[in-house]
């Protein structure tokens, strides 16, 4: 998969920037400062949505996942992978509006299968969003062999869901694979006797060191 260059605001926003920026700039020289003022607001907003840092790696370990996205963990259950139908550690990742929304890779590995649903938009912090939203769920190996999945789930009011790795693409720990717009899901199904760092309500990211350790999910077995 091509490199992504992380131009600091993501690439995804830069139509709705454009756009929010001249409506503002035309208003406010035809209309005036008072009028241009609610669009200046959403062009900020779309600012800060579509910010994009790069992220640096601390750790080396070969058997680390880390979180796919910027969030907050609200999910982390025994339960079963609905993609493989087999038993898994389920850990949920919910990103707000405020969240960086692009998605890296949790492991290295190579993507096996790609599978997308149509579905609903519920708040995708409720339960039931795992299998009623729309989503698109990435099934893969890691090079140690242990299998996860990777689930990108719409929210409420988000209405795209971009992915770009294909099946056959190996994709580093952190590496830059997707996007979603305006709110949205992260599920994680790894091996069952993964051990978990993670609690729910526990934020996936460093908040003294936002450039250091995305966070690790977890420490997954290799497989025999």
Partial sequence: MPSY??????????????????????????VGKW?????????????????????????????????????????VEETTDPYRNIPALKISVFMNVFNVHSQRSPVNGTVNEIRYFPGAFVNAALAK?????????????MDGGAEITVVQ???LVARRILCY???????????????????????????????????????CWPPSSPYGLIGALCHAPIAP
């Fill in 5 to 30: 260059p992380h131009p600091i605001i993501a690439r995804e926003g830069w139509p709705f920037l454009a756009v929010f920026i001249l409506v503002a700039a035309l208003v406010h020289f035809f």
């Fill in 35 to 75: 009028a241009a003022f609610p669009v200046w607001l959403l062009a900020i907003f779309a600012l800060q949505f579509f910010r994009d840092p790069q992220r640096k790696l601390d750790s080396e370990d070969p058997n680390d996942v880390i979180t796919p996205a910027d969030g907050r963990v609200i999910v």
């Fill in 129 to 141: 969003a795992s299998l009623e939203n729309e989503r698109n769920a990435m099934l893969m190996k």
């Fill in 153 to 155: 789930i719409a929210g």
């Fill in 165 to 203: 790795a294909k099946v056959g693409d190996h994709l580093n720990v952190g590496e830059r694979y997707g996007f979603i717009r305006f709110g949205s899901r992260l599920d994680v199904y790894l091996p069952p006797r993964s051990a978990t760092r993670f609690r729910p309500a526990r934020p």
